[in-house]
């Protein structure tokens, strides 16, 4: 039997001001974040990321080794 | 389970007993007394912080400063005090001014920057398996790989002469050795800088499409960056870019050789060499000694404090180890999610050069035994020598046969 999971809606925030660019989240979900090519910066590339990306923002997150990252649920 | 007391504030660097593994002390601290006080060459008083908790928490903390001119910065060996005492670039640098430099530099190692390498990077890492199955076995896979595939991608996206490398290595070498003088030390450090310049004034005489001509368009060209703070950020950026991962190359492949039900796992899967590599970073760790920190205050964290002017070093191989991240810490296991291991340190000074670092790594270890399926040591193990002399760990040497 499969028990349907209730996946959260969620935001990503970033705090610009102290991301030193490594760009962990961008290989851990290209789809979700980019990087400004003037100084590397993060941006977020949805205010409405799908439920079922949660998942990869979560390791997006937890990876940057910058703690820049977090995952709102909404 | 050993009844033995820790030792009270013993001398710091430990020595090691298995060449593949940390001082067995860091996972006795770990256990009974995690942030260990240690006594250093001159008798100052530092911590290391043994878990990857710690290590993490201090390097993200303001109240821990980064400044290598600090007078009370701890270092292993009186050189190294030398060679803080000198530094310039942004790496001994705590923020704003660490931000302001270090942002002119992010967008040229960007994610998609780097993985827009990769072909230049296996393109490269091919001719050179090529040369060494042209010249045919045994040989150094440290003077034939090792050491050439990080100074041919350094020469390709920086911009420094092919022939200028065993210079550079030379450089990068006598800045991290634990046995050399200050005198020594500081000279190195400055030949290198000095080369620097030299490089700097040949690129703006004629610009290519590289790193360094590109960073001279943008920042020396308008006034805001010196060339003498280039010259600084240039010698970082090149000894850097050499040195951990020519060590990471000898180490991973020694690594693998060592244990060969790990390798055939990696050998029946290439899609594995993303999870193995960050396996082969966290239990290779060259950085032994490294990142540092000194309090600017009374800081109290896991149960002791941490007084104003107290250095601390945050322990890669430690933390590395921790048993509370990574399940039985010593095993290599090329299909552990080893992403939080943190060889290229944490925080504001994570690694800037990381993403390059880790391509280079997943490429050779992928055509590496592809190309030579029966790769093997041809010396024992006994007889490989490891850097123990050095504050960058590796080996020195590697004798292979296929």
Redesign the interface.
């Known amino acids: 039997m499969v028990i349907a999971q209730r996946l959260p809606n969620f935001r990503i925030r970033i705090d610009e001001s102290?991301c030193?660019?490594?760009?962990?989240c961008?290989?851990a979900a290209p789809d979700l974040f980019?990087?400004?090519?003037?100084?590397?910066?993060v941006m977020v590339m949805t205010q409405s990321p799908a439920p079922d990306a949660y998942d990869r923002a979560v390791k997006a997150a937890?990876?940057c080794?910058?703690?820049v990252i977090e995952i709102v649920a909404i | 389970m050993t009844t033995e007391q820790l030792p009270e504030a013993p001398p710091f660097p430990f020595t090691r007993e298995r060449p593949l593994d940390p001082p067995d002390l860091y996972a006795r601290a770990r256990r009974e007394r995690s942030i260990f006080p240690v006594t250093l060459w001159n008798g100052q008083r530092a911590w290391l912080l043994t878990t990857h908790a710690h290590f993490r928490a201090v390097l993200t903390d303001p109240r821990f400063s980064g400044e290598f001119a600090r007078p009370d910065f701890p270092a292993v060996t009186k050189a190294r005090v030398a060679i803080d005492k000198a530094e310039r670039a942004f790496v001994g640098m705590d923020n704003p001014r660490h931000g302001h430099f270090r942002r002119m530099f992010t967008k040229e190692f960007t994610a998609r920057r780097m993985l827009a390498l990769r072909p230049r990077i296996e393109q490269i890492t091919a001719d050179l398996l090529d040369t060494m199955a042209r010249r045919g076995p045994p040989l150094d896979l440290v003077e034939h790989l090792a050491v050439e595939l990080p100074s041919l991608v350094m020469c390709a996206l920086f911009g420094s002469p092919y022939e200028d490398h065993t210079f550079i290595m030379k450089c990068a070498a006598g800045r991290h050795g634990l046995t050399q003088s200050p005198e020594e030390a500081a000279r190195t450090a400055r030949d290198l800088v000095d080369y620097c310049r030299r490089l700097i004034d040949a690129k703006e005489r004629a610009p290519a499409d590289d790193m360094l001509s590109r960073v001279i368009d943008e920042h020396v060209k308008p006034g805001n960056l010196s060339r003498d703070d280039l010259a600084e950020i240039c010698s970082m950026i090149l000894r850097a870019g050499h040195d951990t991962t020519t060590n990471m190359i000898g180490l991973g492949t020694l690594m693998l050789l060592n244990h060969p039900d790990q390798l055939a796992r990696l050998k029946a899967d290439p899609n594995l060499v993303e999870r193995a590599v960050e396996e082969l970073l966290r239990l290779g760790a060259p950085v032994q000694f490294a990142p540092r920190r000194v309090a600017l205050e009374d800081v109290e964290i896991g149960g002791e404090l941490i007084r104003k002017g107290d250095g601390v070093f945050a322990v890669t191989p430690s933390a590395n180890r921790d048993e509370a991240v990574f399940k039985d810490p010593d095993r290599l296991d090329v299909d552990r999610d080893a992403s939080e291991q943190l060889a290229f340190g944490y925080g504001i000074h994570h690694c800037l050069g990381q993403g390059l670092a880790r391509i280079e790594l997943q490429v050779v270890f992928a055509q590496l035994f592809q190309r030579f399926p029966n790769l093997r040591l041809a010396v024992s193990e006994s007889e490989v020598s490891f850097k123990s002399d050095m504050q960058i760990y590796g080996v020195y040497r590697l004798p292979v046969a296929w």
């Open positions: 102290q030193i660019g490594a760009g962990r961008v290989i980019d990087q400004r090519e003037s100084d590397g910066v937890a990876q080794p910058a703690r």
